[in-house]
């Protein structure tokens, strides 16, 4: 069986699943009833844009060194992976917001952070498509994407000390972190839903990336 | 040592183009001149105001200023051909960016030099005995800010809409630059004791070290071939 089709089958499998966990295993919480249930599609909309984003800077790095149209594909497909994930959580973030902190949008940390990182991506998307040549714009996208993901921890600093309203992370705090066990599985597989989901999304941009490529290089060649 | 004379001929060269043509420069200072009168409609800004309002206000004239000079500092380069001309000297890329960067932080400073007077006068600051250190967090926020400025601008030459691209590229990687030297250049002129400015400064040296180092590493794949 061919590489996309089980990973197809596999996010369907993992997304029905993580279905039956948010919205019947799960437990409403107590404070924020029923509408908390968004939190785990919001929390790992987000880990995937973060881990779209650092595929984008590790196989930026990649490219750079050796210059392989592989890597450049892979980043491409993160970049655009991601975008569509953080769009995700700043959409989910502001309705949870809005009936649980009155406010659909605070600038906190995170909040701001999540809220910097889809401009930058989306500028780094516009950075390949406003270069004419598509070698140097490969290699620009790569050198913006490497300052960009390093600049985000930074980022995330210098506004943590300005100021911060969002909830302390839940999980890997003290003891239990106040969440209960029911709810962390069903984050988890939830998270591992998402992750599938953005493998697959991932997969089928490179391919598209690698037809394009092959596109333009047979129109090279007829004219 | 070589690098050293190779970047300081490089950035003569920038200047003494410069101060003939006075294009760049004169465009900066009117231009953060401007902003200011923008700012003073917008904002009505009444003398109780400015306080809160003035370390904001001077940073976004700087660094709006500063994106025309990075705009303009490597597009000279290539009228003529003189970029080809450059990158065939026996000259370093890095030494090409570090150049470049020192020019763009010199012209922010003589523009932030000139028009800060004005702003005292217009907006009836207090900045005498703060001299010394806005000094310091001026020439520390501009280095932050050209330091990524400089290497973007070498991209956003190349791409379809040049000057349109620059600031989208810049600002939001610069957010930590420019929170930080508003932050710090707040505490100074509402005359906070020193160890609460201290962490912002410390964010700014901090951000400076690495983007430079960073930027200057990374330039040489910007120009390649």
């Known amino acids: ?223 | 040592m070589a690098d050293i004379r190779h970047i300081i001929h490089l950035v003569s060269k920038d200047l003494l183009i410069e101060l003939r043509s006075k294009e760049i420069l004169l465009s900066m200072i009117i231009f953060s001149l401007t902003i200011i009168l923008i700012f003073n409609f917008t904002y009505d800004i009444g003398i109780q105001a400015v306080q809160r309002h003035t370390p904001g206000l001077l940073w976004v004239a700087f660094i709006f200023a500063g994106t025309l000079g990075l705009n303009r500092s490597f597009m000279r380069e290539y009228e003529n051909g003189r970029m080809e001309g450059l990158l065939l000297c026996p000259v370093s890329r890095g030494s090409i960016y570090i150049a470049k960067l020192v020019g763009n932080v010199i012209f922010m400073m003589i523009i932030e030099m000139v028009s800060l007077p004005v702003m005292v006068v217009l907006l009836n600051l207090d900045i005498i005995k703060f001299i010394p250190m806005l000094f310091l967090l001026l020439v520390l926020g501009n280095i932050g800010f050209a330091s990524v400025g400089t290497l973007f601008s070498a991209i956003s030459l190349h791409t379809r809409s040049r000057e349109l691209m620059l600031p989208i590229m810049l600002f939001p990687v610069t957010i930590p630059v420019i929170l930080a030297a508003v932050k710090s250049t707040a505490f100074l002129l509402n005359a906070k004791p020193l160890a609460e400015i201290m962490p912002w400064v410390r964010i700014l040296i901090g951000f400076d070290l690495i983007f430079t180092t960073l930027c200057s590493f990374l330039y040489k794949y910007v120009v390649e071939d």
């Not at chain 1, 960009?148 to 992370?169: D, G, K």
């Not at chain 1, 705090?173 to 106040?178: F, I, M, Q, T």
């Open chain 1, 1 to 223: 069986m061919p590489v996309h089709l089980i990973l197809f089958l596999l996010t369907c499998l993992s997304m029905t699943v993580a279905l039956f966990f948010v919205f019947i295993f799960a437990p409403a919480e107590a404070t924020m009833g029923e509408i908390q249930r968004i939190f785990y599609f919001h929390v790992a909309s987000a880990w995937t844009a973060f881990l779209a984003f650092f595929i984008v800077f590790c196989c930026s790095i990649a490219y750079l060194a050796k210059k392989r149209r592989f890597w450049d594909f892979i980043s491409l497909s993160a970049a655009e992976t991601g975008v569509l994930f953080m769009t995700f959580v700043l959409i989910t973030g502001p309705l949870w917001a809005k009936p649980v902190w009155n406010t659909y949008w605070s600038w906190d940390a995170r909040l701001t952070t999540s809220l910097i990182l889809w401009l930058i991506y989306i500028v780094y998307l516009m950075i390949r498509k406003y270069t004419e040549d598509r070698q140097q714009g490969a290699r620009f996208a790569a050198v913006f994407g490497i300052v960009a993901f390093i600049q985000v921890p930074i980022v995330y600093m210098s506004i943590r000390w300005w100021r911060t309203l969002h909830p302390a992370p839940v999980l890997g705090n003290v003891e239990g972190g106040g969440m209960e066990t029911n709810m962390i599985i069903t984050l988890l597989v939830s998270v591992l839903a998402f992750t599938m989901l953005f493998l697959n999304l991932l997969f089928m941009r490179y391919r598209i990336a690698q037809v394009e490529a092959q596109l333009f290089y047979l129109r090279e060649n007829a004219e």
